[in-house]
Nanobody
């Protein structure tokens, strides 16, 4: 059974930093791509960043230069380092496992078990 457990969210002032973690079990982590999504209140879940099994990364334009996605295959964990946070980054952040790429675009694996439970990030102005 695949399980994703996120941690690291919280309340931070604008300009601050947070690091999110997503620990994965029940699947062959190292050969799977991973993605981080966020969902603001009343909004849709949107891709923030992704990382392939080879370590190639993609970012949505709004976080380029501020966020960094990385993975530690020895720990079966993917990270999202978020710097220079802005109030508009406020959202619930979800990790997704086992998606695929069409060109450079990451597509989430949509089965329920391939999503984490979400972690709240709140950035105050």
């Amino acid at each position: 059974q695949v399980q994703l457990v996120e941690s690291g969210g919280g309340l931070v002032q604008a300009g601050g930093s947070l690091r999110l973690s997503c620990a994965v079990s029940g699947m062959a982590f190292s050969v799977n791509a991973m993605g981080w999504y966020h969902q603001a209140p009343g909004g849709q879940r949107e891709l923030v960043a992704s990382i392939s099994s080879f370590g190639s990364t993609t970012y949505v334009d709004s976080v380029k230069g501020r966020f960094t996605i990385s993975r530690d295959n020895a720990k079966n964990t993917v990270y999202l380092q978020m710097n220079d946070l802005k109030p508009e980054d406020t959202a619930v952040y979800y990790c997704n496992a086992g998606g695929w790429y069409r060109g450079s675009d990451y597509y989430a694996r949509t089965e329920k078990g391939y999503w984490g439970q979400g972690t709240q990030v709140t950035v105050s102005s």
